[in-house]
């Protein structure tokens, strides 16, 4: 790969909502969308529209909201779901957040810890996805050798299929994490 720096900044693993970027005010739908197209936004896509939110609370992936505002611990919630949407389906996210919903509604759990915690995995997941990235390239660029045009397609094809296998693997485990859920 030719810059593996440019590479890995296009990708902009570092996207986020912070605590710090969740208002302590409730928000209307509006404003809430605003801050996830402002946080995640590619240009392209919205990342959360009204019809997603709306689907969202009918699915129950998170306790009902009240007054038409949304809390902190509603934003937290839906960028989690947004998080794990890429990889998960509807019905296993909302048995991953069930017992959250359910606990934060007795207000016997901490959700800005958690999602702190979470954060802090996220910087450390990036991290070890660039160094694994890195390592990846170099490896296949040993077997591959000269860098011609065809042997660009091939080393672009067997990245594409070692990180879409790698993709599956991780995927696996995570829905065997959450059929035990279950």
Request: net charge negative.
């Amino acid at each position: 790969m030719e810059n593996m720096k440019t590479f890995i900044e296009e990708l902009k693993l570092e996207k986020k909502i912070k605590l710090e970027d969740i208002p302590t005010i409730d928000l209307y739908m509006d404003q809430v969308i605003q801050l996830f197209d402002h946080s995640f936004s590619n240009g392209k896509d919205k990342t959360l529209t009204k019809t997603m939110i709306n689907n969202y609370a009918k699915a129950k992936l998170f306790f009902p909201i009240q007054n038409k505002k949304y809390t902190k611990e509603h934003i937290i919630l839906m960028s989690l779901i947004y998080q794990l949407k890429g990889t998960l389906s509807i019905n296993d996210i909302k048995i991953t957040l069930q017992g959250m919903n359910e606990k934060i509604v007795e207000e016997a759990f901490d959700l800005e810890q958690f999602y702190s915690t979470y954060l802090g995995l996220v910087d450390l997941n990036v991290e070890r996805f660039k160094n694994d990235v890195k390592e990846r390239v170099k490896e296949v660029s040993e077997v591959i050798g000269e860098d011609t045009g065809e042997s660009k397609l091939i080393t672009n094809a067997l990245l594409i299929a070692s990180l879409s296998h790698m993709s599956t693997l991780y995927k696996s485990a995570a829905e065997k994490l959450v059929r035990d859920l279950e």
